[in-house]
């Protein structure tokens, strides 16, 4: 799930649900979307509401395993995500500088997650 947006796919100003491939390495300031509203980065900005956050929260909360890759914890509503994994799913949080967690609930592997030495035994 992309909860924050494709960086690489433009969506419509009238109606986000209208995205489209960004051709090339910008996004031109004259290109417009079948409505004929300007186009803008399929992303979520600072400020505006996640749409698939309650997605997310659902997907968190039937977990089996739980695995955090590269992340600051420090952006809600992204990073309150980990509150809705029940408590006995194994939780793996991978990042060379991990956050301070206030649980010891998390199985810690301070490594780039592109390491191939990175193991999860």
């Given at each position: 799930?992309?909860?924050?947006?494709?960086?690489?796919r433009?969506q419509?100003?009238?109606n986000p649900?209208?995205?489209?491939?960004?051709?090339?390495?910008?996004?031109?300031?004259?290109?417009?979307?079948?409505?004929?509203s300007?186009?803008?980065?399929?992303?979520?900005?600072?400020?505006?509401?996640?749409?698939?956050?309650?997605?997310?929260a659902h997907?968190?909360?039937?977990?089996?395993?739980?695995?955090?890759i590269?992340?600051?914890?420090?952006?809600?509503?992204?990073a309150?995500?980990v509150?809705?994994?029940?408590?006995?799913?194994?939780?793996y949080?991978?990042?060379?500088?991990?956050?301070?967690?206030?649980?010891?609930?998390?199985?810690?592997?301070e490594e780039?997650?592109?390491?191939?030495?990175?193991s999860?035994?």
């Amino acid at each position: 799930m992309h909860l924050h947006g494709i960086i690489t796919r433009s969506q419509s100003s009238k109606n986000p649900n209208l995205t489209y491939p960004i051709d090339g390495w910008e996004l031109r300031m004259d290109e417009v979307c079948e409505l004929g509203s300007p186009l803008r980065a399929h992303v979520v900005w600072f400020g505006e509401a996640v749409p698939m956050i309650e997605e997310a929260a659902h997907i968190c909360s039937k977990a089996d395993l739980f695995i955090l890759i590269g992340s600051s914890l420090a952006v809600y509503p992204a990073a309150g995500l980990v509150n809705y994994v029940p408590r006995s799913v194994p939780k793996y949080i991978i990042d060379p500088k991990i956050p301070y967690l206030p649980s010891d609930h998390f199985i810690k592997i301070e490594e780039r997650a592109d390491d191939r030495r990175t193991s999860f035994n």
